[in-house]
């Protein structure tokens, strides 16, 4: 089992800054890809970006640039540093978590309750 903590949401105005962080708990694999997720009200939810165990990156088009995500594996925290905000940025942020077992095809999808960005003036 895997729980994961979520922190830093809040409202920002346009062209601010905030810094979210996720510190997973339970049995963590050494292969596993940790990221964030985000949802806005009549949109599908998207992913924003993620980053595997041996730290290789993805982002959506819509934050390159403006967004960078990291992670600390002696904590098994992940955060994201959101620069430049744009209202387009308000939705609900979502941490997740996959597991990878090497060797199978076993993965194992767990997910934070998010956490609310407003991005408004």
């Known amino acids: 089992q895997v729980q994961l903590v979520e922190s830093g949401g809040g409202l920002v105005q346009p062209g601010g800054s905030l810094r979210l962080s996720c510190a997973a708990s339970?049995?963590?694999?050494?292969?596993?890809?940790m990221g964030w997720y985000r949802q806005a009200p009549g949109k599908q939810r998207e992913l924003v970006a993620d980053?595997?165990?041996?730290?290789?990156?993805s982002y959506a088009d819509s934050v390159k640039g403006r967004f960078t995500i990291s992670r600390d594996n002696a904590k098994n925290t992940v955060y994201l540093q959101m620069n430049s905000l744009k209202p387009e940025d308000t939705a609900v942020y979502v941490c997740?978590?996959?597991?990878?077992?090497?060797?199978?095809?076993?993965?194992?999808?767990?997910w934070g309750q998010g956490t609310q960005v407003t991005v408004s003036s």
């Open positions: 997740n978590v996959v597991n990878v077992k090497v060797g199978s095809r076993i993965r194992r999808d767990y």
């Open positions: 980053i595997t165990s041996d730290a290789n990156t």
């Open positions: 339970g049995s963590i694999f050494s292969t596993n890809v």
